[in-house]
């Protein structure tokens, strides 16, 4: 992996990908998310005042709870980590113009491995962690080079086979949590806990899982934009033909690109076990790996920028409760804002009608050929 | 000024969520957006009412803003994955804890999971604000509230459905013995089977509670009619508790190989199976359906032309029970096993012969005194 | 090839089922009953994705747009006391999800998986935001008997004695398989899907067409949520579509894009299902019902990796169209 890749300016804020829609500067895909979110919140004030809540009392309960307190503050970030895995892992793949909706299948398949991983071995420590990260990984990195391998050698549409991919990992982990991995002598459908020497530690209020994000989303900013392999994904991701052209091998950088994605999906799972979980539990990765898209968007496949997108979202899933125990409003309503943030920030509402940036696109590739 | 509004409004939920499980669906539409406004104008009569009613009470504790105090009780009540509408367990242990509640005048409400991670946390809220009783519900919560009672040495514990291996003094589970009242159901459904079929669609197997309904209900067939054909369904683990179609779709195809009696246990899954067994022509008369965990009469009222019986862990009443317990200073800790049975007939009394009616109560009277065995290994 | 084998499972399964029913009548009805049941839901909400990729959109939505039409149909025809127009409301509601779906994937041009991903994410929300409990369908739903028919061996029983939806659905799929492949409308929506520059360059009007036919097989999706909570559950509950919208894009696929193969694919997956629990019922062999539940998945995907190139979505899916 070399520095010498092409010299880019935008520092990955510009949108890559016609995915996405229009280019826009990097004001305007600052400013476009945080007006989105605002919308959303605004809408979802208006039904939280219907159900006879002061909506300025709710969001202060719920900010509050969230980030008044070190309780607080731990869980948000316990939160947001799987979550920043999952974005990342859909904007890997956003990149090269594959939708991975399958990051949680990836993630789940990768939670339950490292499980497995965890508990049925004994290790030094950080051989174990490393050897339970790792494994998830591969598992992660397994489950979504069978989308990958398929579309690059057989142009079957990713999307398709991750849906189909995500249900069967919800069928296999089930039976592999109540069969062959269930921790016995009681009823539970789940594993055994893991070894404390593949528990990912807690310093003070920060998850050790958290930190691990960060540097995997820092690397992956300065990947997908400073090196060679980052170029390639961009290309392919921009127009195969011309990355083909260019004599970039598109199937090798598709199949790659779903590894990368799915082994980062599969970290969240990983990480989820190690580090919050401590075992695998079938409910407890619900809904994980359907964020991470809400994230990749709300990031506009910005590696970086999944990690406030990821905070955001982790923030409004921990106030949730306190928000129903302080004023009675169901949390639920924390779903509708996140549907309409990402209704506002993919769909042209903000971007046509506040920004006024017209939509018609130059971009002559054809993202998904 | 609008802490009061909530106070009243949460005051008007739990009394119309109380009058729900007697008067069937009176409106809960708490949430329809359209609805509170029409609501708002009941509201204010009602808590009117409330607080006079309340006035001649001793002490009645209206917010959660200092229960620490002695002269207020605060009683808390933590969901599993699921909502406190469900029509099942969770509502149940709602609507016990507004019923201790309502005894005590003590100030209570819920909060409803959604990502089981938070099961701990959100006991937390309750406890630090210094709730008196906090009532956690289903077996997943069981290792959240061993460690809560821990944490909170000062606050009674009700774990609903989660056996206590070791007894800890402020924390006691509420458990049933399922096989009991799965088994004096089996036995009622052998003797009422004309067509010697009989039939189950459960939720998954994989959960205790719905397994010893399942096997126990099995065994009772078996005791009351050898001669019975049974057949038991379980769904599979994913979704098990929320596929009413599937239920009512297993159901079906059991009445139609000629089961007249069929049980559906298993949250909505099992409530599919009461709805199209409720539809069949001869519904109350010749083929009959029995419910679980609570008298589904209130909670299904579509069902309620075939409802025979429904198995009943007294969820109600054991949770009340406990609370009032832990208000008295009376608090078990370990375990407390909460009454099991069948609810009553309703509109199929008439259809069930007096003798049968005889019979069954002598076998739940025989489960009780522990002279019947269910057999049921657990 | 692919025609050769589907026919020789076909054929070997209906023997099967001759052979099953000479041994017991009952049994054999009722499974199959239960496997059509299984598969009525799953071949309107497979005609949804139909119409859309044939059109060139591919619908990611349908999980979404069955569960708010399930939901308007049901708390519609409970809050008028009547199930027509709780049908009426399901079906309004499908058209709307449609329109909103096509409104994102055709006229603004976004990507077809966002837009889809959006409907998914709102329905849920909002569905279960302002779920209320305690409504009941004021009747159930009629099963009408077919004079005649009903009194057949076999097919009597499991084919004419059903409810209203179950032959909407028949109908339904007869119907989109003529008018695909028969009608001047059919040729325009494969020309739309397979080469949208051409079909343009002829005349016809890519944009309105696609806009159009998402916005019916919105429709059709609300039939399919009408007919979920309605006639088959009765009832409706947070999520209880429990992925059929996605289970519907498998069957679609297995069936070759064509309406009468999804309906067969439907039904072979009804039937996969209905022996399966019948199996565990009678306790002759517990399979474990994941591996049944996976089935439909593991065999698309591993009939897309074995027969691609045969066996292919419509040229132009997925891909927004643009003036060139």
């Known amino acids: 992996m070399s520095s010498d890749g092409p010299a880019q300016t935008d520092l990955g804020f510009t949108d890559p990908n016609p995915t996405l829609g229009p280019k826009y500067g990097p004001v305007k895909a600052i400013a476009i998310p945080i007006v989105s979110v605002l919308l959303a919140f605004a809408v979802g004030g208006i039904l939280i005042y219907f159900q006879g809540v002061n909506p300025f009392t709710a969001y202060r309960v719920l900010f509050e709870s969230a980030l008044g307190d070190s309780d607080g503050l731990l869980r948000v970030m316990q939160k947001s980590t799987p979550l920043i895995f999952t974005g990342l892992a859909v904007v890997v793949g956003l990149r090269v113009g594959l939708f991975n909706i399958g990051a949680q299948g990836q993630l789940t398949v990768a939670a339950i491995g490292a499980a497995w991983a965890g508990y049925h071995f004994d290790l030094p420590t950080v051989v174990h962690l490393t050897f339970a990260l790792g494994f998830g990984m591969l598992c992660g990195a397994a489950w979504a080079s069978i989308a990958g391998v398929l579309r690059a050698y057989r142009n079957v549409s990713e999307v398709i086979t991750t849906i189909m991919l995500n249900s069967i990992a919800i069928a296999l982990v089930d039976y592999l949590a109540s069969r062959t991995f269930k921790e016995p002598d009681q009823p539970i459908s789940r594993t055994p806990l893991i070894s404390d020497s593949a528990a990912l530690a807690t310093f003070g209020v920060i998850p050790s899982g958290f930190v691990i994000a960060l540097i995997v989303s820092l690397f992956f900013g300065w990947f997908l934009i400073r090196t060679t392999e980052g170029f390639r994904f961009n290309t392919v991701g921009l127009n195969p033909n011309a990355a083909r052209y260019a004599g970039i091998s598109v199937k090798r950088t598709i199949v790659l690109a779903m590894a990368v994605s799915g082994a980062l999906a599969g970290m969240g799972g990983a990480v989820e076990t190690m580090g919050v979980v401590g075992r695998f539990e079938p409910a407890f990765n619900a809904g994980l790996g359907f964020d991470g898209i809400t994230i990749a968007l709300l990031a506009r496949a910005n590696p970086i920028a999944t990690i406030p997108a990821a905070i955001l979202v982790g923030i409004l899933r921990t106030g949730a409760n306190s928000l129903q125990f302080e004023t009675g409003i169901e949390p639920e309503v924390v779903d509708v804002i996140l549907a309409l943030t990402l209704l506002f920030v993919a769909a042209p509402i903000v971007s046509r009608y506040i920004f006024r940036i017209n939509a018609k696109r130059k971009s002559k590739s054809k993202g998904r050929s | ?378 | 090839m692919r025609a050769r084998w589907a026919w020789t499972l076909t054929v070997i399964i209906l023997v099967g089922i001759m052979f099953s029913y000479t041994q017991d009548e009952l049994r054999t009805t009722s499974v199959l009953s239960f496997s059509l049941r299984y598969a009525i839901p799953l071949i309107i909400a497979a005609m949804v994705g139909l119409v859309c990729e044939r059109s060139g959109v591919i619908n990611i939505g349908i999980e979404g747009q069955l569960l708010m039409s399930a939901f308007a149909g049901f708390f519609g025809a409970a809050a008028t006391g009547s199930l027509i127009i709780g049908t009426l409301f399901g079906i309004g509601t499908g058209l709307i999800m449609g329109a909103v779906f096509a409104t994102g994937a055709v006229a603004w041009k976004m990507d077809q998986i966002i837009s889809g991903t959006i409907i998914n994410i709102i329905a849920t929300g909002l569905t279960s935001f302002f779920y209320a409990q305690g409504q009941v369908l004021p009747a159930s739903t009629p099963v009408v008997a077919i004079p005649y028919l009903k009194d057949l061996p076999l097919v009597g029983p499991v084919l004419f004695n059903n409810g209203l939806f179950t032959y909407a659905a028949i109908i339904i799929v007869i119907f989109l398989q003529i008018m695909l492949f028969l009608t001047i409308w059919g040729l325009r929506t494969r020309a739309v899907g397979e080469n949208p520059s051409a079909a343009d360059t002829s005349g016809i009007n890519v944009q309105r067409t696609r806009f159009i036919n998402v916005t019916l097989a919105g429709g059709l999706a609300g039939v399919a949520g009408a007919y979920l909570s309605l006639e088959a559950a009765g009832t409706f509950e947070r999520g209880f579509t429990a992925g059929r919208g996605f289970t519907a894009l498998a069957i679609m696929i297995f069936g070759a894009w064509n309406p009468v193969g999804a309906f067969a694919a439907a039904l072979f997956f009804g039937l996969t299902q209905g022996v399966a629990s019948q199996l565990q019922a009678d306790e002759v062999v517990d399979i474990p019902p994941q591996f049944i539940n996976m089935l439909p998945y593991v065999l698309t995907i591993v009939l897309l990796a074995v027969v691609a190139g045969r066996v292919r979505p419509p040229a132009a899916v997925g891909k927004p169209y643009e003036k060139d």
């Open chain 2, 1 to 378: 000024m609008h802490r009061k509004l909530l106070v009243a409004g949460l005051t008007v939920a739990a009394l119309v969520l109380a009058g729900c499980s007697s008067s069937d669906d009176a409106a809960t539409d708490t949430t329809s957006a359209e609805a509170t406004t029409e609501a708002a104008e009941e509201t204010t009569e009602e808590a009117a009412e409330e607080e006079v009613t309340e006035e001649s009470a001793p002490a009645v504790t209206m917010d959660d803003s200092d229960c620490a105090a002695p002269e207020n009780y605060c009683i808390g009540l933590v969901t599993d994955t699921g909502k406190v509408d469900d029509k099942s367990f969770n509502q149940a242990a709602w609507e016990g804890t507004l019923l201790a509640a309502d005894e005590l005048g003590a100030f209570t409400k819920y909060v409803e999971t959604v990502d089981p991670k938070d099961y701990l946390s959100n006991i937390e809220q309750f406890a630090s604000k210094n709730y008196d009783t906090i009532v956690t519900v289903g077996f997943l919560m069981g290792e959240a509230s061993v460690a809560a009672a821990a944490e909170f040495p000062g606050v009674n514990f009700i774990g609903v459905d989660q056996f206590q291996g070791e007894t800890v003094p402020n924390l006691t589970g509420l458990i049933f013995a399922e096989d009991k009242a799965g088994y004096a159901a089996g036995y009622l459904a052998g003797l009422m089977t004309k067509t010697n079929k009989v039939g189950g669609v459960f939720g998954t197997d994989t959960v205790p509670p719905v397994l010893y309904f399942g096997e126990g209900y099995r065994n009772g067939i078996a005791a009351s009619n050898p001669e019975a054909d049974i057949t038991i369904v379980y769904h599979e683990p994913n979704n098990a508790f929320n596929d009413p179609e599937w239920g009512a779709a297993e159901a079906k195809k059991q009445l139609t190989q000629g089961a007249d009696v069929i049980f559906g246990g298993g949250g909505n899954t099992g409530n599919g199976a009461l709805i199209e067994i409720a539809k069949a022509p001869d519904a109350g008369t010749s083929v009959f359906c029995i419910g679980v965990d609570v008298d589904q009469y209130n909670t299904v009222p579509q069902a309620q032309s075939c409802l025979l019986t429904s198995a009943e862990k007294k969820l109600v009443s054991g949770t009340s029970d406990l609370v009032l317990a832990s208000f008295d200073g009376t608090f078990p800790g370990g375990n407390y096993v909460g009454s099991t049975g069948l609810a009553p007939y309703h509109d199929t009394e008439a259809a069930v012969p007096a003798d049968v009616k005889i019979q069954v109560e002598e076998v739940i009277a025989g489960l009780d005194d522990g002279s019947i065995e269910t057999g049921v290994v657990k």
